[in-house]
């Protein structure tokens, strides 16, 4: 694969998280959480069932490989996907495209705290700048999920929208832990087989909670509009972007690959204000702008220093 190529999959991987990060919020406005959870990992479990199958150059899997490979799919599918959706039926888009922008910064710190890689003064102000951004749109007085009348509604909003930011926070750790554990699986299984095999124990983990949630659910009432939403961000929370950023990652180094995850945050906004019909204040801005330079301090390489992020894989 030439680099062309390559910078294509990282990119529409990264603006496909994004737009699915966004989108999710009405879809959790329909169907229930864990719902919603186990048809996605469903509708991508039938779409690679024939990624499942062992590839004949491939070594048998060590214990330890299938240890990463569940906690790979429980951090990063499972418990990524239950704060994601929870928190965006909280807050809003743009504040998770915001907060999501924390993602590299995360990654710097859990690298640095596992796998012992160096981290710069300027990765460190990076993450000073994803903090900074995290409490900026937190205290923006627009983070209400939908107008309100009354005040006591107004405050039960505001605290919602705060849960739903911390819930959001969690959803970076998780994704951050991801890509640690990613960068280990990459180097024995295909891009492929780990997209499947993932995805697979998130369908696990989230069946029993999703059948509970299916028994009395009047799924009559879904609107045929939301059942295609729901096909797509299926698909590509599951499918594509796990496997076009794996198979960016075969020719592209890490530390340019970082760069990438830039589209992400941009991406969640652009949908939030274009398709949502959200609004940015002067706040979100600013909040916006600080998180993506901590996301291009963290990211872009260094000469002479070894990067601190990993071969991440986000989802």
């Not at 039938?46 to 569940?70: D, N």
């Not at 499972?78 to 990654?107: D, E």
Request: charge should be positive.
């Amino acid at each position: 694969m030439n680099r062309l190529t390559a910078y294509a999959c990282l990119a529409l991987s990264m603006s496909l998280v994004g737009s699915y990060v966004a989108l999710s919020k009405p879809l959790v406005a329909v169907l229930p959480v864990f719902l919603l959870a186990w048809l996605r990992f469903g509708i991508g479990g039938m779409a690679m069932l024939h990624w499942l199958k062992k590839p004949a150059h491939e070594i048998p899997m060590s214990g330890q490989t299938q240890k990463l490979l569940f906690l790979e799919s429980f951090l990063g599918n499972f418990l990524f996907s239950i704060c994601m959706l929870f928190g965006v039926s909280m807050t809003s888009a743009v504040a998770a495209g915001v907060i999501m922008a924390a993602i590299p910064a995360a990654v710097a710190v859990m690298s640095w705290l596992f796998l012992r890689e160096r981290i710069g003064l300027r990765v460190w102000a990076s993450v000073a700048c994803a903090v900074i951004g995290i409490g900026l749109v937190s205290l923006s007085k627009n983070e209400l999920v939908a107008p309100v009348q009354h005040a006591l509604e107004a405050d039960l909003a505001s605290k919602n929208a705060w849960i739903g930011n911390f819930l959001l926070v969690g959803a970076v750790l998780c994704e951050a832990a991801y890509a640690v554990i990613g960068k280990k699986l990459t180097g024995v299984l295909s891009p492929k087989r780990i997209t499947a095999l993932i995805n697979l124990w998130g369908f696990a983990l989230v069946t029993p909670m999703g059948l509970w949630m299916a028994w009395g659910f009047d799924f009559a009432a879904v609107a045929p509009s939301s059942w295609m939403l729901l096909l797509f961000y299926a698909l590509a929370a599951s499918v594509w972007t796990v496997w076009l950023w794996m198979t960016g990652l075969k020719t592209i180094p890490a530390n340019q690959a970082g760069v990438f995850t830039v589209l992400l945050p941009v991406s969640a906004a652009a949908v939030g204000v274009l398709v949502l019909g959200e609004t940015l204040n002067g706040t979100q801005i600013g909040a916006f702008a600080i998180a993506l330079a901590g996301v291009l301090l963290a990211t872009l390489p260094q000469r002479g220093v070894r990067e601190a992020i990993p071969e991440t894989g986000l989802h």
